[in-house]
Nanobody, 126 residues
Framework: AVQLVESGGGLVQPGGSLRLSCTGS???????????LSWVRQRPGTGLEWISA????????FYATSVRGRFTISRDNAKNTVYLQMNSLNTEDTAMYYC????????????????WGQGTQVTVSS
């Protein structure tokens, strides 16, 4: 079965940075390098929010307005891993962060794709 495992979350002060990683495994009907990947977050008390996506080759990344210019998505297909570099973090970035397969795995605040990870918590606080 396909598994996506996120890591790299933690507690960081406002203005700080974190790099999240998500490694995939268990691919049978398709490969990690053949699919688009997204990062999604869920702030406390809110629905899922898509924040970034990257195509299979790693080109043309997409970002939500809320993170554009501060976050950078990248991938290493040789390592079956997608990354999210987060800079200039603020308290509004506090959330559980998930990686998922697909360009837009969230529909109206809920999952509408098949595969996502268990999440990694990011807390921005002084």
């Amino acid at each position: 079965a396909v598994q996506l495992v996120e890591s790299g979350g933690g507690l960081v002060q406002p203005g700080g940075s974190l790099r999240l990683s998500c490694t995939g495994s268990g691919f049978t009907n398709f490969t990690f390098s053949s699919v688009a990947l997204s990062w999604v977050r869920q702030r406390p008390g809110t629905g899922l929010e898509w924040i970034s996506a990257i195509n299979p080759a790693g080109n043309g990344p997409f970002y939500a307005t809320s993170v554009r210019g501060r976050f950078t998505i990248s991938r290493d297909n040789a390592k079956n891993t997608v990354y999210l570099q987060m800079n200039s973090l603020n308290t509004e970035d506090t959330a559980m962060y998930y990686c998922a397969i697909g360009y837009r795995p969230v529909c109206d605040g809920v999952w509408c794709e098949r595969y996502w990870g268990q999440g990694t918590q990011v807390t921005v606080s002084s």
